[in-house]
C-alpha cells in the first residue's frame, strides 16, 4: 500500500481527460497528503460529498465508476479510501446511507485473472475494513459477505505465498465480528474452514487427507510442521488461523459437533497443544477447545478423553506459565475433564471412539467381559446409531489406516457373537456383505479378522436351521 500512497498520480491530467471531475479532483487533493487530523476535520465537515464521491448519488458517477479505465487511479483510491474508512468512522456510517455501498466495490474483486493485480486484494481490504468497522449485518450486507470470504479463501489457499494467505487470514478475522458473520463463515466452511484446518494439520505434522496418525500416535512429537523445519507453518500464520477459529468458536453450541465430525478438531488440537511454540498459541488452543467442551459436553469430553487431553493438560501444570488467562483455561479445562472422568463408563469411551469416526485398538475391542456386559447395549443405543456409524466406517477403504477396518470387523464378530438374534439388523445395513468383501482385501489382518466374524455369523447360522 505504501507503494502506491507514494506513486504520483497526474490529477490535472486525468481531470482533462475526463477520467474525474474538476469536483472530484478538488475533493481527492483536500484530503491527500494531508496530515490526518486536518484529513479527518476535512472528511467529517462533508460526509456526503464523500460518500458521493466514491460511490456516487443519484444523477452523479461515483469516482471508482468514473476512473474504471485507469488502475492506477483506481489502485490510488482504493487506498486513499481504505485509509480514510480506518481514519474517520464517521464516513464508514455515512457510506450506509447508500442504499448499497457494496455495488461499486464487489466487481473490483474479479478485476482481473492477474495475480499480480493489486486492484483486487485492494478492495477486499477496503471491504473488509467497511463491514468490520461498521459492524453491519443489515441484507446488503449478508449478500456481500459470502463473495468476499469467496475471494479471500481464494488466497489461504494459495500455499506458495504465506505472506497473501496471513493478510487473508486477519481479513477473516476482522470480519467474525457478530453472530452473522460467523454463521455466514461456518455455511461456506469448505471454502473457508477447511483450508484453514489444512494449515493445522500441516502444522501438527499430519497429512490433509485423514487423522490417522493422529489416533495411531505416529506424528513427530517435537515441533514437526513449525517455522524452521522444511515445508512448516509460519508462527504468525499459525497464531492468526487459531485466532479465527477461536472467534468461530464461539457458536460452538451450534456447530461445535459438527467441526469435530468432520474435522477431528478435538484430536487435531490436542496434539497442537503437545507441539505449541508460544503461550499465545497455547492460550488460543486451551480457550477454544474450552468453548468446545463446555457447549458440547456429552458429545467432546469423550472424544478428548479418547484423545488423551486430561494426561497432556497434567503435563501442563508442571510447566511455568505466565499468562493467567492462559492458567485460568487450562484450570477449568482440567476440572471439567477430570468430573467427566469420575462418572464415564468404558461404554461411554468405545461409544466415543465409534461416534468419532475413527476405530484404534483400545481395550474394549479384545475385552470379552465388555463385549458380554455391552452389545446389546450397543446395539439398542440411540435406536442403532453404533451399528450404523460402524457401517459408514466400513464403508470407507482407509488406505493409510487399514488398522480400522479390522477393529470394525471385530467388533461386529463380537455383537453377532453376543447377540446372535439381532444379526438380521447387522445384515440389513450390508455388514455381513461388506464382511464378505474384506476376506479379499490387501492386508492380512483385515482378511483375518474378516474370516473369525463371518465364521461367527455361519455359525449362528447354521445352529438356528
Known amino acids: 500500500m505504501n507503494n502506491i500512497r507514494q506513486r504520483p498520480i497526474p490529477w490535472d491530467g486525468a481531470a482533462r481527460a475526463g477520467t474525474i471531475t474538476e469536483a472530484q479532483l478538488a475533493k481527492i487533493k483536500a484530503v491527500d497528503k494531508v496530515k490526518r487530523e486536518q484529513r479527518k476535520q476535512v472528511v467529517e465537515g462533508d460526509l456526503d460529498g464523500y460518500r458521493i464521491l466514491f460511490l456516487g448519488g443519484p444523477g452523479t458517477t461515483g469516482v471508482l465508476e468514473s476512473a474504471s479505465k485507469r488502475s492506477d487511479v483506481i489502485q490510488y483510491i482504493l487506498v486513499l479510501l481504505s485509509d480514510l474508512l480506518e481514519g474517520v468512522p464517521a464516513l464508514v456510517k455515512a457510506l450506509f446511507r ?46 456481500a459477505l459470502p463473495l468476499v470470504l469467496s475471494y479471500l479463501c481464494g488466497l489461504v489457499k494459495n500455499s506458495n505465498d504465506a505472506g497473501l494467505q496471513d493478510i487473508a487470514v486477519m481479513e477473516y478475522s476482522s470480519l467474525l465480528y457478530g453472530k452473522s458473520s460467523r454463521q455466514l463463515f461456518w455455511k461456506q466452511r469448505s471454502e473457508t474452514v477447511a483450508p484453514l484446518i489444512e494449515i493445522l494439520r500441516k502444522a501438527a505434522g499430519v497429512g490433509g487427507e485423514s487423522s490417522a496418525s493422529l489416533w495411531s500416535g505416529n506424528t513427530a512429537t517435537r515441533s514437526g510442521g513449525f517455522e ?34 468432520e474435522y477431528d478438531i478435538v484430536l487435531l488440537y490436542t496434539q497442537l497443544l503437545r507441539l505449541s511454540p508460544k503461550e499465545k498459541t497455547t492460550r488460543l488452543l486451551l480457550s477454544t477447545l474450552y468453548n468446545l467442551l463446555d457447549a458440547n459436553p456429552s458429545t467432546l469430553l469423550p472424544t478428548a478423553v479418547l484423545a ?25 479445562l482440567k476440572e471439567m475433564l477430570e468430573e467427566y472422568q469420575k462418572t464415564k463408563t ?32 450397543i446395539l439398542e443405543f440411540e435406536n442403532g446409531e453404533i451399528p450404523r456409524k460402524l457401517a459408514d466406517i466400513m464403508k470407507k477403504p482407509w488406505e493409510n489406516d487399514k488398522a480400522v477396518l479390522a477393529i470394525a470387523c471385530n467388533d461386529v464378530g463380537c455383537l453377532v457373537k453376543e447377540v446372535p438374534e439381532k444379526r438380521y439388523q447387522l445384515e440389513k445395513l450390508g455388514l455381513k456383505t461388506r464382511i464378505m468383501e474384506l476376506m479379499q482385501d490387501s492386508d492380512e489382518n483385515v482378511r483375518w479378522e474378516s474370516l473369525r466374524a463371518l465364521g461367527g455369523w455361519l455359525k449362528y447360522s447354521f445352529e438356528g436351521n
Open 308 to 332: 488423551r487431553l486430561p494426561a497432556l493438560l497434567q503435563n501442563f501444570s508442571g510447566r511455568h506459565l505466565t499468562d493467567p488467562d492462559l492458567q485460568e483455561d487450562l484450570e477449568k
Open 346 to 377: 468404558t461404554f461411554d469411551e468405545y461409544v466415543a471412539e465409534v461416534q468419532s469416526g475413527h476405530l484404534r485398538w483400545s481395550p474394549p475391542h479384545r475385552h470379552q467381559v465388555f463385549w458380554a456386559e455391552n452389545a446389546r447395549k
Open 228 to 261: 524452521g523445519i522444511s515445508g512448516g507453518v509460519g508462527l504468525q500464520l499459525l497464531y492468526h488461523v487459531l485466532l479465527v477459529l477461536w472467534q468461530l468458536s464461539f457458536e460452538a453450541e451450534d456447530i461445535g459437533n459438527d467441526l469435530d465430525d
Open 98 to 143: 447508500d442504499p448499497d455501498p457494496y455495488q461499486h466495490l464487489l466487481p473490483l474483486l474479479a478485476h482481473s485473472n492477474n495475480s499480480e493485480d493489486p486492484i483486487p486484494l485492494l478492495t477486499s481490504t477496503v471491504l473488509t475494513t467497511l463491514m468490520a468497522n461498521s459492524k453491519d449485518e443489515s441484507a446488503s450486507t449478508e449478500r
